[in-house]
């Protein structure tokens, strides 16, 4: 038997379940004008609520509160009693009734132009143009996953491209689409991935940031510039899609990305241009809440739970990551983090199935999300998100009478019974056959017994006392009047005896019938049940995270960043990278993020901690010129032959497990370049090896700007396959052409800028301003040597070449990178002024190196070349100091000499060797102890600095992995000990990206879609 507690009275309720009420029923044309939902509970607002009043409706809008209960005579009434009402939910992100098809044309080999129709923009993953209340056509059977789980209303949009065109907000009423569009504009939708565009460009996460930038511009200067052509002599052409990007700043955007990094990407891009908007979130918001609370920007979060990994054997959990198994136990309290961060949130069903979208909520309630930031993520922040919070999201005179009913907390075990959508119902569940989910006691004189009736075809039913139970027959339920028969006689009543009990929200009333047809009148109370709630609670609430925390949030991560040492390094060999050369017997001195002293026997400052290092060295962190580490959504936008309008800045991945792995090879400083799929590839990125910190952190503040160009074969598409035969240039002296003709056209570019400045403001009225382009401010940065290059190169031909081409445009070249031929034209490049940055011993691995040497790094230096040795490599990167002592071996170099190549020559060739690169007094304390000489084999790292801070420790790292090792396996335990209800989710679309080199082809749109 169940056990229950008898609820106290409260009203009666009041069914109206006649014929003339059915007919009358709200889905009718015949509605009243004037509806009272009376006696109920109203949630007017989050954490607003007062008990027993009246919801007065009149057509399709709240006309009143009516807190006394005095409702107007001529007001059709239904009696809610013990019912709570909330206003109805908003999703603001989905696609619903959007009757659209993009249309895809069959294309073969690389799509460089699309057509222009109507105005359209240039690129295919731009949309911005289209307006979707356009195509809104409402459609019951779609709505109903919505309205199930009590939401009224949509902001919707064609879920395609980059710019994805203004959305709509709509009811989920069953009426035509004139009728449900609430606001026909709402924000503009955006993407990184292009979606269905044809369009090669952008095939690359920086291109298509790249592309948002570049719109952004061309809308600010079309809608500025689109008056005058009638009075210049420079027309502008129409553009419905910029058009509708004017004034950016009074619109609204909503961004949908797939994971953490791309969400602060995009919050960056937003708020760079100052613009207002709501980010669409991934459930990992808790790991990196700080960085988002800095954003001026709401969220739109699913509940997209990962699926437990599965975990078989040895084998699979070797497959299982930690991260993995962290977010698997994490993700449910990710609202309540987002929550207690006060960063502003909307829920959406989007991702996930309807059906799931209650359990998730509630389990995040378990987990801590209070129940009136959970009803505000449904109604009052989401009113905002979809740009209808003037009239929808409260209960409050003026707004739709669009409306949740339920019977009990929705928040914890109560039923949705009832929807009311624009004033007109659509019960959920039947609120007369509804009184008969309730159990009841019935008083039959000294007899208590417990009454339960099934919904089953027919009706089944039994009345209990303790153990005993009674079948019930011949039942009957109509209109709230139950009747039924039953044997009493093993209660005291001989016979059948037969029943009529009219129910109510309350309780029940009734006869009996015995066997002398006696009639017995007798009352009775509804029985609340008494759940597990209060137990699960009690468990949740105690629920314990043993996964920890960290940055990143995967092994290794830290639990707080490192802070400022105060180190006294004693009795060490001290590798300067500077004039004084390498010391003996001498110590150094670190506090306040630099180099405070170097010498020997050196006093101890009192608080400094005392290292001695007798037997081991100190060196500069080693710089890596050219890297391609710590980057998401490929390293070449190789679809144009010049893209100098990407950034790699835009795309490091400060989770990068290569960022740790290179620290304990002592890397400090890593310049991470575009590859070399272009003759004039992307913007650089020096970072430092800041591992923990975020991605803007990691960029070396004051390094000067710096561009990939390239010469060679990977430039010319000549190795692509057959489809790339296209694009221009074909032939390396193809490529000198290209470079030319950039050059020209940036200076052209210039000098229109300059001409129209120097206009007279009454003339620049009437004149077409030069149209601001990303990809020429760069080349002119470039003529201009605000901009250095690193050049990817091998052959001295195509060398000499563009150090004439720079010579003839009068700028220097900074470093040709790879350079495996550099030693062959040495004399030049020294006369020139240009550096060299190449490998230690790589060669033969394709044509265009067969007559790389080892020797390189020599001849090169011995001609006054600036060498540095580079890694363009993820794995080779924590082993430069073995490649920078094969030139030792191969040709003598002294220890010095090679330590150089990857300490302060590097660090030269990026401008930043008044900062880093050698031991100097007062420089930034970037160094590293190792237990022997550096450029040993057998050398290992003890410790590196960045900024005086201790980013790697080996004696940490050993405790890290047993740290790592004892999480994993609790974890592990906890999913193979919980039930199959916590293993329930989605499995996860892992982000699966290659280690990333120079001509690395990779095409984040079709190799990632779901992750990125």
Same mark, same amino acid.
């Not at 000294?446 to 089944?460: F, I």
């Not at 002296?733 to 052209?748: Q, R, T, Y």
């Given at each position: 038997m169940r056990k229950h507690i008898i609820q106290a009275p409260i009203a009666i309720l009041s069914l109206l379940c006649t014929q003339a009420a059915i007919a009358n029923d709200q889905l009718t044309d015949n509605t009243p004008r004037l509806t009272a939902l009376a006696h109920a509970s109203l949630m007017l607002a989050p954490g607003e609520m007062i008990e027993n009043a009246t919801l007065l409706i009149e057509n399709s809008k709240i006309k009143a509160i009516v807190k006394d209960n005095d409702i107007p005579k001529n007001a059709f009434v239904i009696d809610l009693t013990g019912h709570t009402i909330y206003p109805g939910f908003i999703d603001p992100f989905t696609d619903y009734a959007i009757e659209y098809e993009s249309v895809i044309e069959d294309t073969s080999g690389p799509v460089y132009e699309i057509k222009r129709i109507g105005g359209n923009a240039s690129n295919g993953a731009i949309h911005s143009e289209k307006q979707w209340f356009n195509y809104v056509y409402p459609d019951k059977a779609q709505a109903k996953k919505w309205i199930d789980n009590g939401f009224t209303s949509v902001q919707s949009s064609y879920l395609d491209g980059i710019f994805r065109g203004q959305g709509v907000t709509l009811s989920l009423a069953d009426k035509k689409a004139n009728d449900v569009i609430y606001n026909a504009?709402? &924000?503009?939708?955006?993407?990184?991935?292009?979606?269905?565009?044809?369009?090669?460009?952008?095939?690359?996460?920086?291109?298509?940031?790249?592309?948002?930038?570049?719109?952004?511009?061309?809308?600010?200067?079309?809608?500025?510039?689109?008056?005058?052509?009638?009075?210049?002599?420079? &027309?502008?052409?129409?553009?419905?899609?910029?058009?509708?990007?004017?004034?950016?700043?009074?619109? &609204?955007?909503?961004?949908?990305?797939?994971?953490?990094?791309?969400?602060?990407?995009?919050a960056k891009l937003l708020k760079e241009h100052e613009l207002r908007g709501s980010l669409i979130g991934n459930g990992r918001e808790y790991a990196r809440l700080a960085e988002l609370k800095d954003y001026p920007f709401s969220l739109v979060l699913p509940l997209n739970y990962p699926a437990a990994p599965t975990i078989i054997d040895g084998d699979s959990e070797r497959e299982v990551s930690l991260a993995a198994l962290r977010h698997w136990e994490r993700a449910p309290s990710n609202l309540t983090m987002v929550a207690n961060a006060e960063i502003p949130f909307a829920l959406t069903q989007h991702g996930i199935d309807s059906d799931k979208f209650w359990p998730r909520l509630k389990l995040a309630i378990e987990r801590g999300l209070s129940e009136e930031a959970a009803l505000a993520a449904l109604t009052t922040e989401a009113a905002e998100i979809s740009g209808i919070e003037n009239f929808a999201g409260k209960l409050e005179p003026g707004y739709m009478a669009d409306l949740v009913i339920t019977d009990g907390n929705i928040f914890t075990d109560g039923k949705?019974?009832?929807?009311?959508?624009?004033?007109?119902?659509?019960?959920?569940?039947?609120?007369?056959?509804?009184?008969?989910?309730?159990?009841?006691?019935?008083?039959?004189?000294?007899?208590?017994?417990?009454?339960?009736?099934?919904?089953?075809?027919?009706?089944?039913?039994?009345?209990?006392?303790?153990?005993?139970?009674?079948t019930l027959a011949n039942i009957n339920y109509q209109s709230g009047r139950l009747t039924f028969s039953a044997d009493l006689s093993d209660a005291g009543f001989e016979g059948v005896s037969r029943f009529t009990l009219w129910l109510d929200n309350q309780g029940v009333r009734g006869r009996m019938l015995d066997a002398n047809n006696q009639t017995l009148p007798f009352g009775g109370l509804k029985l609340a049940p008494i759940t597990e709630e209060s137990a699960n609670k009690q468990a949740d609430n105690a629920y314990t995270l043993i996964s920890k925390q960290t940055s990143p949030n995967v092994a290794y991560g830290l639990d707080q960043q490192p802070k400022l040492d105060k180190v006294h390094i004693k009795n060490a060999t001290i590798w300067t990278s500077d004039k004084a050369g390498v010391l003996e017997n001498s110590d150094l001195i670190i506090a306040r993020g630099k180099i405070e002293e170097i010498g020997q026997n050196?006093?101890?400052?009192?608080?400094?901690?005392?290292?001695?290092?007798?037997?081991?060295?100190?060196?500069?962190?080693?710089?890596?010129?050219h890297s391609h580490i710590a980057l998401n959504g490929g390293t070449n936008e190789g679809t144009d032959a010049i893209t100098s309008e990407v950034r790699i800045g835009d795309v490091i991945n400060p989770d990068d497990i290569a960022i740790y792995r290179s620290l304990s090879g002592g890397v400090t400083t890593a310049q991470l370049l575009h590859g070399s799929a272009n003759p004039i590839g992307g913007q650089a990125q020096v970072i430092q090896l800041k591992w923990g910190d975020n991605a803007e952190q990691m960029k070396f503040d004051g390094a000067p700007a710096s561009i990939k160009f390239a010469l060679g074969e990977n430039v010319k598409q000549s190795?692509?396959?057959?489809?790339?035969?296209?694009?221009?240039?074909?032939?390396?002296?193809?490529?000198?052409?290209?470079?030319?003709?950039?050059?020209?056209?940036?200076?052209?570019?210039?000098?229109?800028?300059?001409?129209?400045?120097?206009?007279?403001?009454?003339?620049?009225?009437?004149?077409?301003?030069?149209q601001y382009n990303y990809r020429l401010e760069a080349i002119a940065e470039v003529l201009e040597q605000t901009r250095t290059i690193h050049i990817h190169s091998y052959v001295q031909s195509e060398i000499l070449m563009f150090l004439r081409l720079a010579e003839a445009y009068n700028f220097k070249v900074g470093t040709f990178t790879h350079i495996l031929e550099g030693y062959k034209v040495a004399d030049e490049m020294a006369k020139h002024g240009a550096h060299a940055s190449t490998f230690s011993d790589w060669w033969a691995y394709k044509f265009e190196v067969y007559d790389a040497i080892p020797q390189n790094t020599c001849l090169m230096q011995d001609k006054g070349v600036l060498t540095s040795i580079n890694s363009d490599d993820y794995e080779m990167q924590r082993?430069?100091?073995?490649?920078?002592?094969?030139?030792?071996?191969?040709?003598?170099?002294?220890?010095?000499?090679?330590?150089?190549?990857?300490?302060?020559?590097?660090?030269?060739?990026?401008?930043?060797?008044?900062?880093?690169?050698?031991?100097?007094?007062?420089?930034?304390?970037?160094?590293?102890?190792?237990?022997?000489?550096?450029?040993?084999?057998?050398?290992?790292?003890?410790?590196?600095?960045?900024?005086?801070?201790?980013?790697?420790?080996?004696?940490?790292?050993?405790?890290?992995?047993?740290?790592?090792?004892?999480?994993?396996?609790?974890?592990?335990?906890?999913?193979?000990?919980?039930?199959?209800?916590?293993?329930?989710?989605?499995?996860?679309?892992?982000?699966?990206?290659?280690?990333?080199h120079c001509d690395t082809h990779y095409n984040a749109w079709q190799s990632a879609t779901g992750a990125l």
């Open positions: 504009t709402t &924000s503009q939708f955006m993407a990184f991935n292009k979606g269905s565009s044809i369009q090669d460009y952008p095939q690359s996460l920086m291109g298509s940031m790249a592309l948002i930038r570049q719109t952004f511009a061309d809308a600010n200067w079309y809608n500025a510039n689109k008056s005058k052509n009638s009075n210049s002599s420079t &027309s502008v052409e129409f553009n419905i899609a910029l058009e509708r990007l004017a004034d950016p700043k009074k619109q &609204s955007f909503i961004f949908d990305t797939k994971n953490l990094n791309n969400q602060l990407r995009a949705i019974v009832s929807m009311w959508l624009q004033g007109q119902e659509q019960q959920l569940i039947n609120r007369d056959r509804a009184l008969l989910d309730n159990q009841y006691q019935i008083q039959l004189g000294e007899l208590s017994l417990d009454l339960k009736v099934n919904q089953t075809t027919p009706l089944s039913g039994s009345l209990s006392s303790g153990e005993q139970e009674i050196l006093k101890t400052p009192s608080g400094f901690t005392v290292i001695d290092a007798s037997g081991k060295h100190i060196t500069a962190g080693i710089i890596d010129e190795n692509w396959g057959d489809d790339y035969t296209r694009r221009f240039p074909q032939s390396r002296i193809g490529v000198k052409s290209l470079f030319s003709e950039a050059f020209n056209e940036a200076l052209a570019y210039r000098k229109a800028q300059s001409d129209y400045k120097r206009m007279r403001s009454s003339e620049r009225r009437r004149t077409v301003a030069p082993r430069l100091n073995q490649e920078a002592a094969k030139s030792m071996m191969y040709c003598g170099m002294s220890a010095v000499d090679a330590w150089n190549m990857i300490t302060i020559n590097p660090a030269i060739q990026l401008g930043i060797a008044d900062k880093v690169g050698s031991l100097v007094e007062d420089k930034q304390a970037d160094i590293v102890l190792w237990d022997t000489n550096p450029l040993s084999v057998y050398a290992k790292v003890e410790s590196t600095w960045i900024d005086g801070r201790r980013y790697f420790d080996r004696e940490q790292d050993k405790l890290a992995q047993v740290s790592v090792a004892k999480e994993r396996a609790a974890l592990i335990q906890k999913v193979l000990l919980s039930d199959d209800a916590h293993k329930q989710g989605e499995t996860p679309i892992d982000l699966m990206e290659p280690e990333w």
